[in-house]
């Protein structure tokens, strides 16, 4: 369980993260979305106290990080961290000092997988390359605790299904899972649940499955390209809006009932639209100012 | 498992129905046979990339429908007992679903009712040409 609560920051008076709170049981995977500079890695950084929070902690399995945590914990940073002079080798070496976590022929595996020559130096290593030998490090504890910031980036569509693979059999172990991306049609299929940042601030947040079924859109198109005044006040219409000859209605409940009285009203066509992460998070970010 | 799933997170379909009706139609056309043995939730999880708990949901769903059944330490299986019935119904159950999609544009698109109802009987002489007389 990753418990986020109440996560502050300020640079001087600019504040990036603003109350930021956010759950991440175990066996689920959390996807954390938003534009560049929403407070997505500063999230990550203030959990894991490599910047300092002005307020707000994060709780791991309901006790603050320390030490022992990071027995369990791996973290992918957006920028990987790497020793530019020491071989993959070597990277592998001090991790296993590091961890009594750590699993050998875990991290032998992981090396195929992501194809990576243990003889390489870090600075002969690719963007992508030192994304997955972040990963590699991150997977060889076994973690029960993942906190990645856009582990699919820089990487090829194969390695980032290999993530992918992996983030979702931590998962189906217990793992909880906090991830960035901006690959919003990844995020969908992986994650459960998801936590939308808009200027340091969780906009939207909660079951997928469940904000997707909060609302829908029924467009409805008039012959006349008129709107009738009349057009009849609807349980559950959140609200309208006009796009040329089209009527929509964003409605929390029963579409179809919507769509059937709009029907009534004289519409020449009428369509129920379902709506998927995307839309959410464009919804969610919507109208927010440029930087 | 030789069946193929084809999932598209885009789609505005809630992808947990998604895998649920392509597993039950994977059962109505016998893809999936009676007793045949499922793959665990994890491994489907991990061979779609879909959530592990939206799989599992999927399995628990089809449990309570009694189109699969799970033993506890032996996994989920397509169930066994009277599947002919089960499989008619699912069968039903698949294609009402695509006949109300295919309705609801065609209102969508104003087709007038008898118009719609020339378009279905000339599928159905299409697809069903043994029935004709």
């Known amino acids: 369980m990753i418990a986020i609560e109440g996560l502050t920051k300020r640079y001087g008076t600019r504040t990036v993260l603003d109350g930021v709170s956010l759950n991440v049981p175990g066996g689920s995977i959390c996807g954390l979305l938003g534009r560049n500079g929403a407070g997505k890695t500063t999230t990550f950084r203030c959990s894991l106290r490599l910047a300092h929070p002005d307020a707000g902690d994060a709780r791991f399995d309901g006790e603050p990080l320390r030490t022992a945590t990071f027995e369990r914990l791996g973290y992918v940073p957006d920028r990987p961290s790497?020793?530019?002079?020491?071989?993959?080798?070597?990277?592998?070496?001090?991790?296993?000092?590091?961890?009594?976590?750590?699993?050998?022929?875990?991290?032998?595996?992981?090396?195929?997988?992501?194809?990576?020559?243990?003889?390489?130096?870090?600075?002969?290593?690719?963007?992508?390359?030192?994304?997955?030998?972040?990963?590699?490090?991150?997977?060889?504890?076994?973690?029960?605790?993942?906190?990645?910031?856009?582990?699919?980036?820089?990487?090829?569509?194969?390695?980032?299904?290999?993530?992918?693979?992996?983030?979702?059999?931590?998962?189906?172990?217990?793992?909880?899972?906090?991830?960035?991306?901006?690959?919003?049609?990844?995020?969908?299929?992986a994650a459960d649940r998801v936590a939308v940042l808009r200027d340091g601030r969780v906009v939207l947040a909660g079951d997928i499955e469940a904000l997707r079924a909060a609302e829908k859109i029924v467009e409805a198109t008039f012959d006349d390209g008129v709107f009738r005044s009349d057009v009849p006040a609807l349980q559950g219409v959140r609200r309208w809006e006009h796009a040329g000859a089209a009527l929509r209605a964003y409605t929390e409940r029963d579409p179809d009932a919507v769509a059937a009285a709009l029907a009534r009203a004289g519409a020449r066509s009428v369509r129920v639209l379902d709506r998927n992460l995307e839309d959410l998070f464009m919804d969610a970010i919507a109208g927010e100012s440029p930087r | 498992m030789p069946v193929l799933f084809a999932i598209d997170p885009r789609s505005g379909v809630p992808i947990y129905l998604q895998l649920t009706d392509q597993l039950k139609r994977a059962v109505a056309v016998g893809a999936l046979a009676p007793g045949e043995r499922l793959p665990t939730v994890k491994a489907l999880a991990v061979q779609l990339t879909l959530n592990p708990n939206t799989v599992a949901k999927v399995y628990r769903d089809l449990e309570r429908e009694g189109i699969i059944e799970t033993a506890p330490g032996r996994g989920s299986f397509v169930t066994g007992n009277g599947t002919v019935d089960k499989t008619r119904v699912v069968a039903s159950e698949v294609a009402q679903r695509a006949v109300r999609e295919a309705v609801r544009e065609a209102r969508a698109l104003g087709v007038p009712r008898e118009e719609l109802r020339g378009l279905v009987d000339a599928e159905i002489a299409r697809w069903f040409p043994e029935d004709e007389t």
């Open chain 1, 82 to 189: 790497l020793y530019p002079w020491l071989t993959v080798e070597q990277h592998l070496c001090l991790a296993s000092r590091a961890y009594r976590s750590y699993d050998g022929a875990r991290a032998r595996e992981l090396l195929a997988t992501y194809c990576l020559d243990p003889a390489d130096k870090a600075r002969a290593l690719s963007r992508g390359q030192e994304t997955a030998l972040s990963l590699v490090l991150a997977f060889a504890i076994r973690p029960a605790l993942l906190l990645l910031d856009e582990p699919t980036g820089g990487l090829d569509p194969l390695l980032q299904r290999a993530t992918l693979e992996l983030i979702i059999d931590a998962a189906s172990n217990g793992a909880s899972v906090l991830f960035s991306s901006h690959a919003v049609g990844q995020l969908e299929r």
